[in-house]
């Protein structure tokens, strides 16, 4: 009989404590789960403790290398990434342990997200994004972007059914600062690739992905909330290419489009990061 497959998983947090025992509850049976902490002041290690994960604490790096390092920590050779606001499905969960016990036919795996959405969760018969989490560390890791850092696997990718939980956007506040901060923190990696032709970008891109999502990613199944949140995705993508537009004027003129003796420019048009788990 083939041994079942082990299973790590990886999580960082950062002040976690409203959404992280919904998120170790739903992996309390896995072989390990090791936490990365920035030091939080909240209840998080707690919770952590209370779960038996096992937690190291390291200044916040930027979110590609505190994955990276939470997952070199990690000692089986599948691993299960997840954010700390993130939950497994009860359908999930079953699909991922059956996996294990017959073991794994691809190298990673992509899951589905169904995300909360203000007030309610997406329709099931929304599109949802796929996101790689599952995966054999041997086979990849984790890429150093500052933000949306993500998992990347040498060989096959297949998909997973059942559902993960995203608890990350629970009011239109919460989303607002989180498109402001994100867009501020991919300002240096859009300054890398040099991007031209963005006050085009700005024009036609943002009412197109507007579209993309409200339409076709059938966000008009959730509502209100649904058309809600189409428009502030389509003002996050403008937000970062007018940030990057910004910047690109801040370094073209400085000062001298400004009145003699106005106050220094502040730092906000130098390339930002934001710290949230």
């Known amino acids: 009989m083939t041994e079942r497959t082990r299973l790590s998983v990886f999580i960082t947090t950062y002040n976690n404590d409203r959404t992280l025992a919904a998120c170790l509850e739903s992996v309390k049976w896995a072989d390990e789960i090791v936490m990365l902490d920035s030091f939080s002041t909240d209840a998080t290690l707690t919770i952590g403790q209370r779960y038996g994960a096992r937690i190291t604490q390291h200044e916040f790096m930027g979110y590609g290398p505190q994955k990276q390092m939470a997952l070199a920590a990690t000692t089986h050779d599948w691993v299960l990434l997840l954010d700390a606001d993130e939950a497994l499905s009860p359908a999930l969960q079953a699909e991922i342990r059956q996996l294990l016990q017959t073991g ?9 997200r169904q995300e909360q959405m203000f007030w309610r ?8 994004n796929h996101y790689l989490r599952l ?4 086979r990849g890791n984790v890429d150093d972007m500052p933000i949306h850092a993500a998992p990347k696997v ?14 990350g956007e629970t009011d ?3 989303k607002v600062e989180k498109v402001n901060a994100y867009s501020t923190g991919l300002v240096a990696d859009k300054i890398k690739k040099q991007r031209w032709g963005v006050p085009l970008i700005m024009l036609f891109y943002p009412p197109l992905f507007f579209i993309r999502s409200y339409l076709f990613k059938r966000n008009f199944l959730n509502g209100w909330a649904g058309f809600i949140n189409s428009a502030v995705a ?9 940030k990057l537009y910004e910047y690109q004027q801040f370094t073209k003129y400085g000062t001298r489009l400004l009145p003699e003796g106005a106050p220094p420019l ?3 048009h130098q390339a930002g990061s934001t710290h949230k788990t």
């Open 104 to 112: 794994p036919v691809a190298e990673g795996y992509e899951i589905p």
């Open 121 to 128: 969760m997406y329709n099931p018969a929304t599109r949802m």
């Open 135 to 138: 995966f054999d560390k041997r």
């Open 154 to 167: 040498q060989g096959r990718i297949a998909r997973l059914k059942g559902p993960l939980y995203h608890y």
């Open 172 to 174: 239109i506040h919460t």
């Open 234 to 242: 389509a003002f996050y993508v403008f937000l970062k290419y007018a």
């Open 266 to 268: 502040p730092s906000q």
